[in-house]
């Protein structure tokens, strides 16, 4: 360093200090061959006389800040009554590294040099959460228009049921053998937890399928839409919730909305009624014990555990109720309309995009926040009432489009109702938390 050559006394108009100091000050600056502003100037003189006696530092007048450096410069000089020539010497210094190292602290760079990049998913959160939306509504309309078609020449619900959580299964073990995702232990206590979740899930399951065999897709979805009306009353009268006023009156145009449609629906009948009603119950009930059985276990691991109890599940009726039908002519009247290979084919992919769907679903809800997700939920529904109507021709009457219009809204306005309640008892929850502590 220069400031090492300096090693006779030198004259000086300020107050002296010693020279070791200045020089371990000056070891840890951070040095540039570039002449910055601001900087930090050394002046030396040559030739250097015995006389001189001592070292200062003085400030110079504030200069504009440039480069993330201080806006201020520091002038180490030395003065010889004899000398008459200057030389200087700049160093640029980084304000917060000169405050640490003025305290006699450890450097650490904070301005002035390049900040981590951040990476694809970090700068494109908006984009991947939209990725998310778009499978989810895709893989959907997808299952729903594959799972109807299905029906249409394979009229069994509870066996189609059963195929949707076995390739559901399947895909799962697979995922875990190649450790994507790496299989989370499960005990007996969280077996205990989520088997009856798992069963009001195959019951929801196979009773909306039914549904789905027996009439039109969309009428199915349009009596889905019920669905928050079965969640507030369980909230309600099941585990002595209070429900607010505004939500019950949310749900009003659903109910007018689904009974407009029930009324003029073409492909009405009481079993795709029944049936898509009882879902609605059982998947009310899922939610139920959802919360009971809340825990650390990621929701990838916990659907799969939940999809294998359910299939355990729906075996025994799937053999009981439509297995002598299936082995007597079932399998045969299918085969002979589409072949075999069409058949496997059609009920592969419906219980992998069952599956799937549910699954992003899922995932989906983790990256937003109730409110998104919840209006996402209700448009899903939109999509697939409409694309159901658009692939299949359905005929539906006027009445019957009004009552659903209304019955989507309905469920739009519920859902934003309960998101910003959540939402508010979340902030409540935290600001007491942040008080407690």
Known sequence: MVCCSVSAVMASVCQPVQLSSVGSRLSSLFLSPVKPSPVLCFQKISPITARASSLAFSRLPERKRQNGFSDKVLELYSNSSVSRRTRKTEFPIVSAAAAADADGGDITAAEGLPK???????KYSALITGGFFFLWYFLNVIFNIINKKVYNYFPYPFFVSLVHLLVGVAYCLVCW???L????PINKDLLLLLTPVALCHALGHVMSNVSFAAVAVSFTHTIKALEPFFNAAASQFVLGHQIPLSLWLSLAPVVIGV???S??????????FVSAMISNI??????IYSKKAMTDMDSTNVYAYISIIALLVCIPPAVI?????????GFADAIAKVGLQKFISDLFWVGMFYHLYNQIATNTLERVAPLTHAVGNVLKRVFVIGF??????NKISTQTGIGTAIAIAGVAMYSLIKANIEEQKRKAASAAATAAS
Do not use: C, D
């Not at 981590?116 to 970090?122: G, R, V």
């Not at 059982?282 to 939610?287: D, E, I, K, V």
């Open 259 to 261: 009974s407009m449609a």
């Open 263 to 272: 009324l003029t629906e073409l492909s009405f009948n009481w079993t795709g």
């Open 181 to 184: 995702p790496k299989r989370a």
């Open 116 to 122: 981590p990049t951040k990476s694809f998913s970090e």
């Open 177 to 179: 053998a190649i450790g």
């Open 282 to 287: 059982a998947f009310t009930y899922r939610s």
């Open 388 to 393: 159901s109507i658009v692939v299949f021709g």
């Open 321 to 329: 109720i439509e297995g002598p039908k299936l082995m007597q002519h």
